[in-house]
C-alpha cells in the first residue's frame, strides 16, 4: 500500500548530483512530491529532503539506489511519525482587503501566520506549518484574491538519536580499516 515517505540524502556538493537522483525516481515512474536542498549541519555536506508516495519496498529500493550514486554520503526514508517537518508558504494579496475591517488580519492570526511585508498595492503573508495548513489558509485568504502563493519543499529532522556525523565517523574508520588492510598471498 501507498503512503508518504520522506527520504534524507546527505552528499557532498556535486554538479548534477540532484539529476542523477531524480532520474531514478522517473525510471520508476515516482512523482516527487516536494524537495528542498541545503546545507546540512555537517560543513561540506548537502541534505536533499524529498517526499514521495510509495510503498515501504519502492522506498527502500530507491534509497538504497541512491546510496550507490557517487558523491552520497548516506540516504534514509522516514514515515511522518519518525520526523518533525515543516513547510513554508508566502501569499501576496491586495493591500485593500485590509481596508475592509479587521477580518483578514483575524484570519491571519487564526491560522498562526504574519505579515512579512505591507506595500501599497499589496501584502506579504508567511505562514509555517504542513501541507494541509498552508492549504486551509490559502482557501480562507482566497475570497480577499490572492495574487501570488509559493509554497517551500518540505524540511525534516529525524526523531531518532543517531546524528549524521555519527554515520560520516563509522564511514571514516571503515574505510581507515580498509586502507590499512594488506593482502598477502
Sequence with gaps: MKKEYTISVFSE???GLLHRITV?????KINIESLNTSESEVRGIYRFTIVIQATEAMARVVTRQIEKQIGILKAFYHTLDEIVYQEIALYKVPTVAFANGDEVEKLIRQHNARILTIEPDYTVVEKTGHKDETKKLFRALEPYGILQFARSGRIALTKQIKEISTYLKEIDEH????ANDTVTY
Design 13 to 15: 556538493h556535486k554538479v
Design 24 to 28: 531514478i525516481f522517473s525510471r520508476r
Design 175 to 178: 574505510h581507515e580499516v580498509t
